[in-house]
């Protein structure tokens, strides 16, 4: 894995390490109780490396959780956010208070259910969504309509949308009729709702959408809502 890691605002950083909550880490920084490297830090959105930087409150070190990754099989009607401005239930109603600090590794929107990873290793989620290192995804997809050979030739070919190519690495048609067609879809990158986007532009509207692999990391039976605690060996190369 690449040692390289994009910096992040101290508030953010330590809320990723486990360490305090972005409220906490504003009222350090605000009265002055904070270091970062050794110098005390007043901008709660002063550019840090989590990995590296060393940080302290009132001359203590802050100490980063043990390292934990979790693998999620979010339900329907569920949103990959730490809260929602609209009230509705957010994958962190459906773990325990200690988990509350992890974060998720890209999202599923809404409507779409699977498989779902958080953790708090900054590095493993950097790594895991960055496009560059071609981690595939996996989906199960259900289109309403007849999807063609024809289309799905133009499918992998790419299609411009909103700016965006929208681009598979592959696509495997299980079953297909007048009514409806099913599909194995595969994605290297995780654009915004770029499977419903890609067979919006065929036409076609997406009916049900479930991850089911996302690299070396398959839902098993895992049923929705349930998650379990992975280990660095179930991450492969990517631990």
Do not use: C
């Not at 609209?86 to 988990?99: A, C, F, M, N, Q």
Request: charged share 25%.
């Amino acid at each position: 894995m690449a040692n390289d890691f994009s910096k992040v605002p101290l508030e953010r950083a330590l809320s990723k390490l486990g360490a305090a909550s972005r409220s906490q880490t504003r009222e350090w920084v605000l009265t002055g109780r904070l270091k970062v490297n050794g110098r005390v830090i007043r901008d709660p959105l002063f550019q840090v490396n989590p990995d590296a930087d060393k940080f302290t409150v009132d001359g203590k070190p802050v100490v980063k959780d043990a390292w934990q990754t979790i693998l999620l099989n979010k339900p329907k009607a569920v949103v990959t956010t730490k809260s929602d401005e609209k009230g509705r239930k957010t994958v962190y109603d459906l773990l325990p208070p200690e988990l509350a600090n992890l974060h998720p590794v890209g999202r599923l929107d809404m409507f779409s259910t699977g498989l779902l990873l958080l953790t708090n290793d900054t590095r493993l989620s950097s790594y895991l969504t960055d496009p560059s290192n071609a981690v595939l995804r996996t989906y199960s997809v259900t289109v309403t309509g007849e999807v063609t050979q024809a289309e799905l030739a133009k499918a992998l070919a790419g299609i411009m949308d909103e700016g965006e190519l929208l681009k598979p690495a592959k696509l495997t048609l299980r079953k297909s009729s007048g009514r409806e067609s099913h599909l194995m879809v595969e994605l290297t990158e995780g654009k915004n709702r770029e499977i419903r986007r890609l067979f919006a532009a065929l036409g076609h509207e997406v009916t049900q959408l479930k991850r089911i692999a996302f690299g070396p990391l398959t839902l098993g039976d895992l049923q929705p809502g349930q998650f379990r605690r992975l280990t660095r060996e179930e991450l492969g190369p990517f631990k």
